[in-house]
């Protein structure tokens, strides 16, 4: 591979999933050159799915969450690995990075991996300290440590990772409420159709969840000389009380660096399929970028682990000058709540689907789902059906129009439901 000389500074900012991966990449790819991974984090990179689920619900061990098992693997591939330092200004013009403690470091090639970060309520009391997200690894221990049996928890939003924390609250025996703005649990990404599955899991495990209720503050009281939220009030006047809250009302990608720096920015870092952004010597994967996709034919941002694992084997062989290698699978992703396992592979483009179809009985617990447009699957998700997603993920590349009832029916091979 040609492109960066070796000597240059491959820079990474974003020590987690995807900027561990991509020094990996970097080395795997056969560059010799120094690197260097910067992160505002104190621990290690490590993956952030077992948070929610395994480590939360006390089956996973600390220590198996980390990208790479121990720091020797970043002392044995020279990764010059610098936690607890957040980046504060890129200098484009002379290729440096300024650090908060005043480093400034100089690149060649800067790979932003900066994620996203927990969304806050804009209501009054909305920034009380003991208002909890739920994004890394402390978040995830002190929930952890709060799940106690017959204490009250009320998560507001039923996006992802409210409802696994619902799950995995409930298995404690808490008594869980969620409050969800939309009429459905993760209406946006699922619709009103599969959406509301997620509603009859929760509620069948005793979730009290509350749609279409929007939050419109805080009761603050002092505890211990501490301002501290302790009770949630609607917009319909009622007030709910809670030994914990936790706000999960999505994620917003972490892009201020970017702007700062005068990168194109809109919902993330603007990068090409190849993964570069406006600026040559300036790249992002995961999390923040928006990138353009080649299937789609529009850019994307995902906010899954598959991508933050996946688009940095394409940013770092850009950023050592292969200019034709393009990011273009399809975005993949899985949740695993009480005795529900999902895969989800497809997206829905901005124009939309037009239609649902059910494969099996959701109310077996074992279906599979499909969204449609113009007779054509665009996404596919299957719950407790196993070994499909490659299958679903042909069907949806081959953009074939397909016939609804041999979709439908469990009997058909996904491999012949198109039409001709
Ligand atoms: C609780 C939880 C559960 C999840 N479960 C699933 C799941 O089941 N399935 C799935 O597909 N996806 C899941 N995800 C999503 C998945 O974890 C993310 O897509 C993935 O972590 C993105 O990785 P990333 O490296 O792009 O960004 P992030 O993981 O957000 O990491 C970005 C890092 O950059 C650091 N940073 C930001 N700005 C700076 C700066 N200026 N200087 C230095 N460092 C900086 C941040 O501190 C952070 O450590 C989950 C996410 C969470 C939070």
């Not at 799915?49 to 061990?61: N, T, Y």
């Not at 121990?70 to 010059?80: D, I, P, Q």
């Not at 979730?207 to 009281?221: A, E, I, K, N, W």
């Not at 829905?348 to 099996?360: H, L, T």
């Amino acid at each position: 591979m040609s492109g960066a000389a070796s000597t240059e500074n491959m820079l990474i900012i974003g020590a987690s999933l995807a900027g561990a991966k991509a020094a990996q990449a970097l080395r795997e790819d056969g560059w010799d050159g120094p690197i260097e991974l910067v992160g505002a984090e104190h621990d290690l990179p490590y993956e952030r799915p077992p948070l929610s689920k395994g480590l939360l619900q006390g089956k996973e061990e600390r220590d198996k969450v980390f990208v790479h098992e121990s720091g020797s693997w970043y002392v044995e591939n020279r990764v010059g690995l610098r936690l607890g330092r957040t980046a504060t200004a890129i200098d484009r013009e002379n290729h440096r990075v300024r650090l908060d403690d005043g480093t400034e470091l100089p690149y060649g090639k800067l790979l932003l991996a900066t994620g996203s970060a927990p969304r806050r309520l804009n209501v009054f009391g909305g920034d009380a300290k003991n208002l909890s997200s739920f994004r890394t690894l402390e978040d995830s221990e002190r929930t952890k440590a709060q799940l106690i049996p017959g204490s009250r928890l009320t998560i507001i939003g039923a996006g992802w990772i409210g409802l696994e924390v619902a799950a995995a609250a409930r298995e404690k025996d808490v008594e869980v409420t969620v409050l969800e703005a939309l009429e459905q649990p993760l209406l946006r990404v699922l619709g009103p159709e599969v959406g509301a599955r997620f509603a009859a899991l929760h509620r069948a495990h005793d979730v009290d969840l509350r749609l279409g209720v929007g939050v419109d503050s805080f009761t603050l009281q002092d505890v211990d000389g501490v301002e501290q939220a302790t009770r949630v009030r609607l917009a319909d006047g009622t007030e709910l009380e809670a030994d914990h809250i936790l706000v999960a009302v999505g994620a917003a990608p972490n892009t201020g660096l970017a702007e700062a720096a005068g990168l194109k920015v809109a919902n993330g870092i603007v990068v090409d399929a190849t993964l570069r952004s406006c600026d040559p010597d300036i790249f992002a994967a995961g999390d923040v970028a928006n990138a353009w996709h080649p299937f789609y034919g529009e850019p994307i941002r995902v906010e899954h682990w598959a991508n933050a694992l996946n688009q940095p084997k394409v940013a770092a062989a850009s950023m050592m000058g292969v200019t034709d290698l393009k990011y273009d699978r399809l975005p993949y992703f899985y949740t695993d709540q009480y005795d529900l396992g999902m895969e989800y592979v497809g997206h829905i483009p901005s124009s939309g689907y037009e239609q649902v179809v059910f494969r099996g009985d959701p109310a077996s617990g074992e279906y599979m789902a499909f969204w449609l447009a113009g007779g054509a699957v665009l996404a596919g998700m299957n719950v407790n059906v196993w070994d499909v997603v490659d299958d679903v993920r042909a069907l949806i590349l081959s953009r074939a129009v397909v016939d609804v009832a041999r979709l439908q029916d469990p009997a058909v091979a996904l491999a012949d439901v198109a039409t001709a």
